[in-house]
Each structure stands twice: as C-alpha cells, then as structure tokens.
T-cell receptor, first 112, second 114 residues
C-alpha cells in the first residue's frame, strides 16, 4: 500500500549544528508535501510545504528538498536549538489526492 | 483567529461503552480530517470531509467507527462498543481547500479504554 516512511527514527544533534531529517514516499503521483513538528501532548504543527514543481524551498531556518526521481524529501534545520526537540513527520497526498499519508516520525533530540 | 478545537482533551471509558469526540474546525475551512495516533506512532487516516461531498471513509478501521459533519462546521467522531485497541489520540485537522493546502491540527483527544 501507499506509505510515507522515514530513514531515521531518532536523531540526536548538538545545539547549534544543522539537522537533516529524511523521508521516503511511495506514491509517485503525489504532488504536494508537508513537514510537521509535533511536541509532546500537542497536535502536529505545520513547518513548511513544497509542491512537486519545485525541488527546494526555504523558510526561517528550515529548508525542504524534494527529489521526485527517487521519491525522497528532506528537512534541514539550521543552527538547531533546544526548542527544535520534537517528533517530525513528513506527509504527502495519498493515491486519491485527498487524504494525507504520514510517516512514523523522527524524534529529534537537541543536546546541550 | 481560533485554531482547531477538540473536546474532550482526555476521555477514559470502559470497554464496551460508546464515546463521542468533537471537533470544531477553523472557520471557513471546507475540509476536515480525522486521524488516529497510537502511542509513539505516526498518524493513521480515518475519514475526510470536503464541503458537501460524500465523505471519504476509507480509513475507518471497523463499522464501530462513524463520523458526521454539519455543513462546514462541527464534526463528531463516534466509536461504538469501544475496545482496548481503540486507545489512542484522535486528531482532527481542517484545511482551506482539502488539497494542496496544509492541514491545521487540534491538540487531539486522548482516549483510554479500560
């Protein structure tokens, strides 16, 4: 079935370093992708999105890269801060272009 | 403006009882989604409403699960004859168009079936 998965279930980085979180998706027809951040006890929070006509998009301290050839996207966080500690999910539109498919998430831990 | 609101935030129920979870989406958002999140896991799609179209129920795990939405406002997710396996956080999200626009999530209802 369709899926959106992550290569690394956990990631620990030193404060101030850059973080890279990876994601693979299976639906080649997906044309819209989103990264979410989820803190404990809260719902997922939108970080950044990208459409399939782009391969890179930058936000504040975050960059999303999309490689449609290998169905892979990544989230880069610059100068990682303690407040970035959370679980990060990627999501893409499902086969019918309506429901979003989420991966299992990557837990990012920022070390002092 | 207000975000997506869900109630109750926590619900403990006995096995076999029915529960009803409520979601108030962001005003003006035509699309509404329900997801289930088991402890330490990702989000599992349940159901999707888009305007007045028939809902996409393809993610509902059994006929014990049902959901309704009144126009483009409140939605309720009902679980009948709850089982321990139903214990999870139930997340509601809304979006402006339902496609090519981000989902905005509430903080969820944590359901515990004892």
């Amino acid at each position: 079935g369709e899926s959106v998965g992550l290569h690394l279930p956990t990631l620990s980085v030193q404060e101030g370093d850059n973080s890279i979180i990876n994601c693979a998706y299976s639906n080649s027809a997906s044309d819209y992708f989103i990264w979410y951040k989820q803190e404990s006890g809260k719902g997922p929070q939108f970080i950044i999105d990208i459409r399939s006509n782009m391969d890179k998009r930058q936000g504040q301290r975050v960059t999303v890269l999309l490689n449609k050839t290998v169905k892979h996207l990544s989230l880069q966080i610059a100068a990682t801060q303690p407040g970035d500690s959370a679980v990060y999910f990627c999501a893409s539109l499902g086969n019918y272009g309506q429901n979003f498919v989420f991966g299992p998430g990557t837990r990012l831990s920022v070390l002092p | 403006g207000a975000g997506v609101s869900q109630s109750p935030s926590n619900k403990v129920t006995e096995k076999g009882k029915d529960v009803e979870l409520r979601c108030d989406p962001i005003s003006g958002h035509t699309a509404l989604y329900w997801y289930r999140q088991r402890l330490g896991q990702g989000l599992e799609f349940l159901i999707y409403f888009q305007g007045n179209s028939a809902p996409d129920k393809s993610g509902l795990p059994s006929d014990r699960f049902s959901a309704e939405r009144t126009g483009e406002s409140v939605s309720t997710l009902t679980i009948q004859r709850t089982q321990q396996e139903d214990s999870a956080v139930y997340l509601c999200a809304s979006s402006i168009t339902g496609f090519n626009s981000p989902l905005h999530f509430g903080n969820g209802t944590r359901l515990t079936v004892t």
